[in-house]
């Protein structure tokens, strides 16, 4: 069994800055990348960006290029998404998720946390 267990969410104003966690517990020793996604009202889940849970490579959506810096602390089994600057398009709901392949495609991340939501007011 893995758990993924996403914190941090809230509401913060345009031009402010958040920080996600995501717990991850038991078998995570699978995991060979770690993603996060968000999903907005009426609109496809969507890539924000993922790590190489060893050699800490990241790749980042356009969208979040810049503003966004994913890191992970492989000794408490944590991933975090550092946002900054953000802005009212940035308001969804932010997932974690990890599998064997680090990618762009939501279809090859076998493990999702149930999300944290992210509202940014203008």
């Known amino acids: 069994q893995v758990q993924l267990v996403e914190s941090g969410g809230g509401l913060v104003q345009t031009g402010g800055s958040l920080r996600l966690s995501c717990a991850a517990s038991g078998r995570t020793f699978n995991f060979i990348g770690m993603g996060w996604f968000r999903q907005a009202p009426g609109k496809e889940r969507e890539f924000v960006g993922f790590?190489?849970?060893?050699?800490?490579?990241?790749a980042y959506a356009d969208s979040a290029k810049g503003r966004f810096t994913i890191s992970r602390d492989n000794a408490k089994n944590t991933l975090y998404l550092q946002m900054n600057s953000l802005q009212p398009e940035d308001t969804a709901i932010y997932y974690c998720?990890?599998?064997?392949?680090?990618?762009?495609?939501?279809?090859?991340?076998?493990?999702w946390g149930q999300g944290t939501q992210v509202t940014v007011s203008s």
């Open positions: 790590i190489f849970v060893r050699g800490g490579t990241t």
């Open positions: 998720a990890a599998g064997p392949r680090g990618n762009w495609r939501t279809n090859d991340y076998d493990y």
